[in-house]
T-cell receptor
Framework: QQQVKQSPQSLIVQKGGISIINCAYENTAFDYFPWYQQFPGKGPALLIAIRPDVSEKKEGRFTISFNKSAKQFSLHIMDSQPGDSATYFCAASGRTGNQFYFGTGTSLTVIP | NAGVTQTPKFQVLKTGQSMTLQCAQDMNHEYMSWYRQDPGMGLRLIHYSVGAGITDQGEVPNGYNVSRSTTEDFPLRLLSAAPSQTSVYFC?????????????FGQGTRLTVV
């Protein structure tokens, strides 16, 4: 059973557009929600993360929106660039972050 | 900074063979974990460790063993390889933090079982 559900599976966006990826979870014990970016042949790398005591976190062009009551969170990439083309994973863990549960991934392609 | 180092990068095994995937980190992180990545499945947790001498099972532990004798090393053993274990394996390390519990991943080991 997938602990974290992610959609869409793939996404194509024009350069300068907004990319939006959504995730949902059921386990209310989750207390930390990171997003990872993965390029082909590489390991995932942390992009941005949020804890449920805030509803939004922004770092540069990347924003996480978090809805605790709906148990949903999303990644928004503003002004998407071709260099953003990668696979994005949402994840969730407990407070200590020793076990991560990942979504199934979204392959993002930004067209020049 | 080496970070998390995995060896080998590629491996082909025959069904029934055993092997050990190596993982080492030089960041003095308490936590280490192993994931497998399969198309359409994301990354799934195999085993994890919260410190030397302490390990526990994740979502998909069957067919795999781990041990953690030092803080730096966390090898993953395949006891009797099966084609279903064909996957890309990632090792990660992290440390508890009040704000950000970032997991650092290795480059991965691509394993094919024939």
């Amino acid at each position: 059973q997938q602990q974290v559900k992610q959609s869409p599976q793939s996404l194509i966006v024009q350069k300068g557009g907004i990319s939006i990826i959504n995730c949902a979870y059921e386990n209310t014990a989750f207390d930390y929600f990171p997003w990872y970016q993965q390029f082909p042949g590489k390991g995932p790398a942390l992009l941005i993360a949020i804890r449920p005591d805030v509803s939004e976190k922004k770092e540069g062009r990347f924003t996480i929106s978090f809805n605790k009551s709906a148990k949903q969170f999303s990644l928004h990439i503003m002004d998407s660039q071709p260099g953003d083309s990668a696979t994005y994973f949402c994840a969730a863990s407990g407070r200590t972050g020793n076990q991560f549960y990942f979504g199934t991934g979204t392959s993002l392609t930004v067209i020049p | 900074n080496a970070g998390v180092t995995q060896t080998p990068k590629f491996q082909v095994l025959k069904t029934g063979q055993s092997m050990t995937l190596q993982c080492a980190q030089d960041m003095n992180h308490e936590y280490m974990s192993w994931y497998r990545q399969d198309p359409g499945m994301g990354l799934r947790l195999i085993h994890y460790s919260v410190g030397a001498g302490i390990t526990d099972q994740g979502e998909v532990p069957n067919g795999y063993n781990v041990s953690r004798s030092t803080t730096e090393d966390f090898p993953l053993r395949l006891l009797s390889a099966a084609p279903s274990q064909t996957s890309v394996y990632f090792c990660a390390s992290s440390t508890p933090s009040g704000t950000v519990a970032e997991a650092f991943f290795g480059q991965g080991t691509r394993l094919t079982v024939v």
